[in-house]
């Protein structure tokens, strides 16, 4: 029994689900070991022994329902050939973007190019548990494009208009990126992924007038895609705020992935049946034990009648202690549902 599936499948299952986003990263000492020994990012994404390594680092520490494929959205842009660098305290850095390029790569010449990924997936399914849920990946259309073309993180700057004037470059663009990452998620799917979970980090800087063309209709796409794999999928529109509703409704993922502005219980109500994931704004997990203790509850209280998977409202901060990810785990599983 996968725990995780059966609840976003809608079938039986006990207790709640629980796996984190980036659960594999840098609160880990282990993994900060390996990364110190593979200064490149994106060769270390690429080396499918030490990725299948990684991966597996947390659910050696910790009673976690899912295993999620070390690697990064930003593969993508790489694998169709954009230069991609991560520098240290600044984030992604991307070389310029040649269109043209990318329009004409061929989906076999990007599978070539990230393919220990899908080795690392392969070697993965080998080693875990068959319980537990191996998570695939990608970013959607709109965030990978944002990052294309902004070259650099939005957090350090970004300018919206800039980025959306070029309506007929953004089109092709967006249709080029919805081809690959089905590409990219089919591969994973064959390798052994058997959830899928799509990332819109920066849906939030889209205005609603826009939301339909770049988020709503390009998640639907790869969904629909997905979904005719009989995979389940997990979407997660970060920062719409009152839009979740309408994403879902429009979109239908299997599960959504709620982030820390939503408020549970609003949503529960209203979305009436599509499974729930996160929430936990993860700067809660720095402050006190009681705190943690009474904000973990809040969520499985409000959900104890409703599918939910425990994780947070985006990544676990790498200041974060590990022995805080045990305490919350411990916390969960002595709820009974
Ligand atoms: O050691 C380091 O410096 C690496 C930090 C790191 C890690 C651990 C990056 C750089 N990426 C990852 C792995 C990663 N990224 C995973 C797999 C591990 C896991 O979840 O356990 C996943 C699913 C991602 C997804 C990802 N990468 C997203 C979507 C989720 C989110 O955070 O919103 C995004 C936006 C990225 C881009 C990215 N990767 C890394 C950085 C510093 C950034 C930029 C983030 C930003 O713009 O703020």
């Given at each position: 029994m996968r725990r995780l599936n059966n609840c976003i499948e809608g079938k039986k299952y006990d207790g709640y689900p629980i796996w984190f986003m980036?659960?594999?990263?840098?609160?880990?000492p282990e993994f900060r070991k390996i990364r110190r020994n593979n200064p490149n990012f994106v060769n270390l994404c690429l080396n499918e022994n030490l990725s299948s390594e990684i991966s597996l680092q947390p659910l050696k520490r910790y009673d976690l329902d899912a295993a999620i494929i070390?690697?990064?959205?930003?593969m993508i842009p790489y694998g169709l050939g954009q230069g991609l660098e991560f520098k240290k305290n600044f984030g992604p850095k991307l070389n310029n973007l040649n269109l043209n390029n990318i329009l004409n790569l061929d989906k076999s010449v990007f599978i070539k190019n990230v393919n220990p990924i899908y080795n690392a997936i392969k070697i993965l399914n080998k080693k875990i548990n068959k319980k537990k849920s191996l998570i695939g990946f990608a970013g959607s259309p709109w965030t990978l494009l944002v990052y294309m073309l902004n070259?650099?993180?939005?957090?350090?700057?970004?300018n919206v208009n800039k980025i959306t004037k070029d309506k007929h470059l953004i089109k092709k663009l967006l249709k080029k990126l919805e081809e690959i990452i089905c590409t990219h998620l089919e591969k994973q799917i064959e390798s052994g992924a058997n959830v899928i979970q799509l990332f819109?980090?920066?849906?939030?800087?889209?205005?609603k007038k826009d939301l339909y063309e770049y988020c709503y209709i390009p998640n639907l796409k790869i969904v629909e895609y997905i979904k005719s794999k009989k995979v389940p999928i997990i979407c997660f529109p970060r920062g719409i705020g009152k839009n979740y509703i309408d994403f879902c409704s429009f979109v239908k993922p299997n599960c959504i992935s709620i982030d820390y502005d939503i408020n549970p219980k609003k949503i529960k109500k209203e979305l009436g049946g599509i499974a729930i994931q996160g929430g936990m704004d993860?700067?809660?997990?720095?402050?006190d034990k009681s705190i943690i203790k009474k904000t973990v509850e809040k969520y499985l209280d409000i959900f104890s009648d409703y599918p939910y998977v425990f994780n947070l409202g985006h990544g676990v901060l790498?200041?974060?202690?590990?022995e805080t990810i045990d305490y919350v785990i411990k916390i969960i599983r002595e709820r009974k549902k």
């Open positions: 980036r659960q594999a990263g840098r609160y880990l070390f690697s990064d959205i930003l070259k650099e993180s939005p957090k350090n700057n970004i819109d980090s920066w849906a939030g800087i889209l205005p993860p700067k809660k997990l720095l402050l790498p200041n974060t202690n590990p």
